[in-house]
């Protein structure tokens, strides 16, 4: 058994009159990739956006590396982002006036990581995920597939603990979900990040090592379900 | 009627497994060779799940002489058992092509045996919500072994998982749709 890294306990969490997380569970273990599927509005986002310590969940507690992530303050919280975790979405998270290059660097200058310094293990990560010769570009000038590679290589300069991934190949065709897919699970496997993967389709989830469902803001253990 | 009567014998051995034959024969193409080459490329393309019996290649082989569609190249009797070379005829290589250039039926799966146990489970009072589960890790399960399978293998495993993986997909994509639709189904059934 994986020692956990990360957990969610009784995660509730209500937006307005809308309940979007009821009662949720979740573990992940260092280099564990686990796959968050559901239907629509079921509150997978939600779920990923808590265990990010990006949304404050309204109770509940969310366990990282021993420490409480529900207690943390909010500047507490975005150093543990900033110094801990990697995150792809499905878009626009590419800041449009940098480069690829600037923008992979982007999370160590955070940092406070020398530029030169940022920039050659950016370059280093943009050569891993096959994208090295869009240094230059701008997010505007690259494929939707490009541009997701370029958010891996983002998300995974820092050498993060856990990598959050909402639908990360949720824009691209066949193919290139599947590029994403491979170098993202391969580099995962290698630095031995944890991936939190939340996708809806199937193909994609089974990159994972274990999955759960998600319906109407409660989770469900599939490992469990037979 | 003699000609309705072997156009019926000749759809039947399609549908029976006549592909064997016709990749058997498309085998053949690239030159003359012995059964037991003929196995062996065979098993080493496409019988990653189902290699041919000996048996099998054999019967083959006489069916398409029977046929006209390949014809004896020669005869080694040195030593051990006769061994046969077999080359491919012009009427063997039309019918590849007539084969190659003719779409697969496609299967619709209408009422499949996961419709039928969700529907019985609902009408014997079960719980179907179990049942699309257990089925959806099931079906998971396998995919994952089969990526796995397509990320250490080379250009054609990745190609055989990926049609594999395509159609579990659907499959899966089948029992999250019932899952969703599984009240309503309910009312409808039990009324
Ligand atoms: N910032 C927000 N403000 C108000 N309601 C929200 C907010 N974020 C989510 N919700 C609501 O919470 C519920 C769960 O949303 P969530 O985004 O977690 O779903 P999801 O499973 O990620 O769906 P999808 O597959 O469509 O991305 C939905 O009903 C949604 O409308
Ligand atoms: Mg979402």
Redesign the pocket.
């Known amino acids: 058994m994986i020692d956990t890294l990360l957990s969610g306990h009784e995660l509730h969490k209500t937006y307005g009159a809308t309940p979007a997380l009821a009662g949720a569970e979740f573990t992940v273990g260092a280099g564990e990739i686990v796959a968050i599927m559901g239907p629509s509005g079921s509150g997978?986002?939600t779920l990923l956006h808590c265990l990010a310590g990006i949304v404050r969940p309204d109770s509940g507690t969310i366990r990282y590396d021993g420490g409480d992530l529900t207690a943390m303050s909010d500047t507490q919280r975005s150093a543990l982002r900033r110094s801990d975790f990697g995150f792809v979405f499905q878009f626009g998270q590419l800041v449009p006036e940098l480069t690829c290059l600037e923008n992979v660097a982007l999370p160590l200058r955070l940092n406070a990581v020398k530029r030169k310094e940022a920039e050659t293990k950016a370059r280093e990560w943009m050569e891993r995920l096959e994208v090295a010769d869009l240094a230059g570009k701008r997010p505007g000038e690259i494929s939707g597939g490009q541009g997701q590679r370029i958010a891996v290589a983002r998300a995974l300069v820092i050498r993060p603990r856990v990598v959050f991934a909402?639908?990360p190949t949720g824009a691209l065709d066949s193919l290139n979900g599947e590029r994403v897919m491979k170098l993202l699970i391969e580099a995962a496997r290698d630095t031995r990040a944890a991936v939190v993967l939340?996708t809806h389709e199937s193909r994609i989830a089974a990159y994972s090592d274990r999955e759960i469902v998600v319906r109407d803001g409660r989770s469900r253990d599939m490992a469990r379900a037979t | 009627m003699r000609s309705r009567y072997t156009h019926w014998v000749y759809l039947l051995c399609i549908v029976l497994g006549m592909s064997i034959g016709h990749t058997l024969l498309g085998l053949l193409e690239s030159g003359p060779r012995h059964g037991y080459d003929l196995k062996r490329s065979f098993d080493e393309r496409f019988g990653r799940d189902r290699s041919l019996a000996y048996g099998q290649v054999y019967s083959t082989m006489s069916r398409l002489l029977k046929n006209g569609l390949v014809e004896i190249d020669g005869l080694e009797t040195s030593g051990g058992p006769e061994r046969k070379r077999y080359s491919i005829t012009d009427a063997g290589v039309t019918d590849v092509e007539q084969w190659l250039g003719q779409p697969e039926k496609p299967e619709p799966y209408l009422q499949s045996t996961l419709y039928t146990k969700v529907v019985l489970a609902l009408l014997t009072g079960r719980d179907a919500n179990e049942i699309l589960d257990t089925q959806r890790a099931e079906h998971l399960r396998m995919m994952r072994d089969l990526t796995r399978r397509k990320l250490d293998g080379d250009l054609s495993d990745r190609l055989i998982c990926d049609h594999a993986l395509f159609h579990l997909e659907a499959d899966l994509r089948w029992l999250e749709l019932t899952t969703a639709r599984l009240s309503e189904l309910t009312q409808e059934i039990r009324t």
């Open positions: 997978k986002s909402d639908e939340v």
